[in-house]
T-cell receptor
Framework: NAGVTQTPKFQVLKTGQSMTLQCAQDMNHEYMSWYRQDPGMGLRLIHYSVGAGITDQGEVPNGYNVSRSTTEDFPLRLLSAAPSQTSVYFC????????????FGSGTRLTVV | GENVEQHPSTLSVQEGDSAVIKCTYS??????FPWYKQELGKRPQLIIDIRSNVGEKKDQRIAVTLNKTAKHFSLHITETQPEDSAVYFCAASTTGGFKTIFGAGTRLFVKA
């Protein structure tokens, strides 16, 4: 099993550009989430999903969209990149059904200039 | 929504000493409390968790305690080793784990 796979690992965007961060898991996990990590601020929840076709907003959803058309994939779309979105982005999944611990991907380091 | 506060932000101990990290949460409906360890440049990894129907849980040198009345939970690491040096995050969830809110993290240094 590959676990949780995120691509790309690094990305530089210009202000106003859009892009999609990819996340895929091969563990048949029900729950998937996107977090951003900024120095001194821990991990902040952007969006989460409890199954295919079901998504909801987290703590900091503005400027991001998600969809979950399959159990395996949970892409995060930046609509119009801003310097404030410079961060490390982590995707995470968990089995659900009372087994709750997250498995994290290796992260995407995004810089918006 | 849920808010999780974590203290201290930095903790330095001598090898072999104990380390304690404390967290408080705001939503009394929270029922799941995981702890994650993140080494420099790596992804967070789950090290231990506790559910609201349990007051304490141990796994070798680490233990977590939960005080639901005070809305406090803590991580205890005994006999610390240099490889315990990392950032530790507490978290809380009211919904069985999928909407998990994290604390700001504690950077632990274990001096040899």
């Amino acid at each position: 099993n590959a676990g949780v796979t995120q691509t790309p690992k690094f990305q530089v965007l210009k202000t106003g550009q859009s892009m999609t961060l990819q996340c895929a898991q091969d563990m048949n996990h029900e729950y998937m989430s996107w977090y951003r990590q900024d120095p001194g601020m821990g991990l902040r929840l952007i969006h989460y999903s409890v199954g295919a076709g079901i998504t909801d907003q987290g703590e900091v959803p503005n400027g991001y969209n998600v969809s979950r058309s399959t159990t395996e994939d949970f892409p995060l779309r930046l609509l119009s990149a801003a310097p404030s979105q410079t961060s490390v982005y982590f995707c995470a999944s968990s089995p659900g059904e009372r087994r709750y611990g997250y498995t994290f991907g290796s992260g995407t380091r995004l810089t918006v200039v | 929504g849920e808010n999780v506060e974590q203290h201290p932000s930095t903790l330095s101990v001598q090898e072999g000493d104990s380390a304690v990290i404390k967290c408080t949460y705001s939503d009394s409906a929270s029922n799941y409390f995981p702890w994650y360890k993140q080494e420099l440049g790596k992804r967070p990894q789950l090290i231990i968790d506790i559910r609201s129907n349990v007051g304490e849980k141990k796994d070798q040198r680490i233990a977590v305690t939960l005080n639901k009345t005070a809305k406090h939970f803590s991580l205890h690491i005994t006999e610390t080793q240099p490889e315990d040096s990392a950032v530790y995050f507490c978290a809380a969830s009211t919904t069985g784990g999928f909407k998990t809110i994290f604390g700001a993290g504690t950077r632990l240094f274990v001096k040899a």
